[in-house]
């Protein structure tokens, strides 16, 4: 079960955007989602275009390394560091930091334009959702229309893997809003103000996460 501490990170945002309150409860299923794959082992997968393709690795950088708090390289895997590279151990444990598993499909520019020129450029997201995904794992797709079709492909072949499904979009959802687990779609039309909403956001879903996984009890 998600903590309270970390749930609590939704109302900051919402006091911060009060506007995005009618995203209160897809926010929190969202989370619960998140931090459910993550207990279990599993990873994230983030995909989207342009602007969204950018939020993308801002989000695999922000779970893959620290963000707001410390996280510190637990005994157990400190103990290995000196069994296997005790000359670089203390080294490894002063600057490696917890991860949550996370990437970034937009990152793969060989296999991406490999497989646009040789297949079909809007399967390329789907073909790394094949390739990388396993039942239990999130992909969360960002698409600002609702309708990006290499986005929704990605979604598509997600469900048929069995892996669950965050939409991060505008007012309308698009089809994404009907393909997806759990559809956030922020209150704005235009394309820039809806990315506006996206940023803080997904900020808000890393800090409650770092909070769940790496904070105090």
Same mark, same amino acid.
């Given at each position: 079960?998600?903590?309270?501490?970390?749930?609590?990170?939704?109302?900051?945002?919402?006091?911060?955007?009060?506007?995005?309150?009618?995203?209160?409860?897809? +926010?929190?299923? &969202?989370? $619960?989602? %998140?931090?459910?794959?993550?207990? /279990? *082992?599993?990873?994230?997968? =983030?995909?989207?275009?342009?602007?969204?393709?950018?939020?993308?690795?801002?989000?695999?950088?922000?779970?893959?390394?620290?963000?707001?708090?410390?996280?510190?390289?637990?005994?157990?895997?400190?103990?290995?560091?000196?069994?296997?590279?005790?000359?670089?151990?203390?080294?490894?444990?002063?600057?490696?930091?917890?991860?949550?598993?996370?990437?970034?499909?937009?990152?793969?520019?060989?296999?991406?334009?490999?497989?646009?020129?040789?297949?079909?450029?809007?399967?390329?997201?789907?073909?790394?959702?094949?390739? +990388?995904?396993? &039942?239990? $794992?999130? %992909?969360?797709?960002?698409?600002? /229309? *609702?309708?990006?079709?290499? =986005?929704?492909?990605?979604?598509?072949?997600?469900?048929?893997?069995?892996?669950?499904?965050?939409?991060?979009?505008?007012?309308?959802?698009?089809?994404?809003?009907?393909?997806?687990?759990?559809?956030?779609?922020?209150?704005?039309?235009?394309?820039?103000?809806?990315?506006?909403?996206?940023?803080?956001?997904?900020?808000?879903?890393?800090?409650?996460?770092?909070?769940?996984?790496?904070?105090?009890?």
């Amino acid at each position: 079960m998600t903590k309270a501490a970390s749930k609590l990170k939704i109302e900051e945002l919402i006091s911060r955007y009060p506007a995005l309150s009618v995203c209160r409860d897809s +926010l929190n299923d &969202a989370l $619960d989602m %998140l931090c459910e794959s993550f207990r /279990s *082992g599993h990873k994230l997968m =983030v995909c989207g275009n342009g602007g969204s393709a950018a939020d993308a690795e801002h989000i695999v950088g922000e779970l893959m390394k620290g963000f707001l708090l410390p996280r510190t390289i637990d005994e157990e895997l400190y103990r290995r560091m000196r069994e296997i590279c005790p000359d670089e151990a203390d080294y490894f444990r002063e600057n490696l930091q917890g991860a949550l598993p996370a990437v970034a499909l937009v990152d793969q520019a060989a296999l991406n334009t490999a497989f646009a020129n040789d297949q079909a450029a809007d399967l390329s997201f789907a073909q790394q959702v094949l390739g +990388l995904g396993r &039942a239990g $794992d999130v %992909l969360l797709a960002i698409t600002t /229309s *609702g309708n990006s079709r290499n =986005v929704l492909y990605a979604m598509q072949t997600a469900k048929v893997k069995g892996i669950g499904t965050i939409a991060l979009t505008g007012r309308s959802g698009g089809r994404a809003r009907t393909l997806a687990d759990v559809s956030v779609c922020v209150p704005e039309d235009e394309t820039y103000r809806i990315q506006e909403y996206h940023l803080p956001i997904y900020h808000m879903l890393c800090m409650a996460l770092e909070q769940e996984f790496f904070g105090e009890e």
